[in-house]
């Protein structure tokens, strides 16, 4: 799949809105997913993370906040965290915001925190019952 930028408009506050035109139709739950991400307050930590599917994201989302907590604590084996603690990870970040293709729009939905949020619980439960 290719990804390019049709359209770049500054948007209230200065902040930079970006319009992704996907060059090739998503199939099934193969909803390309792209997590933007401000780790701290300061815009130079800003990023961003492609994935092939929602899913994908949201454990790439998880481990992000697992990779925190090894480099806080490399003395630990295993690292174990509950959903609460989780959560204050992603509150905590300066910014972090999901686009999800779309195919029905061919275009990106952006989704926010408590959006993430949501689908991460969702996500975590489905995959504690299988």
């Known amino acids: 799949s290719d990804l390019a930028v049709v359209s770049n408009a500054e948007c209230m506050g200065g902040q930079r809105a970006f319009v992704f035109e996907h060059t090739a139709m998503a199939s099934g739950d193969s909803k390309h997913t792209i997590v ?3 780790f701290t307050q300061n815009k130079n930590t800003r990023t961003y993370i492609d994935y ?3 899913n994908l ?3 790439g989302i998880c481990q992000l906040y697992e990779q925190k907590l090894k480099l806080m604590n490399p003395h630990l084996k ?3 965290y509950d959903i609460a603690e989780l959560f204050n990870y992603i509150d905590a970040l300066g910014d972090l915001s999901c686009l999800v293709f ?3 729009q061919n275009a990106y939905v952006p989704h926010n925190k408590e959006w993430i949020k949501t689908r991460v619980f969702e996500h975590l439960k489905k995959l504690a019952q299988s």
């Open 57 to 59: 994201a949201l454990d």
């Open 52 to 54: 092939e599917n929602l």
């Open 102 to 104: 779309s195919p029905s």
């Open 78 to 80: 295993n690292i174990t």
């Open 36 to 38: 933007l991400a401000q």
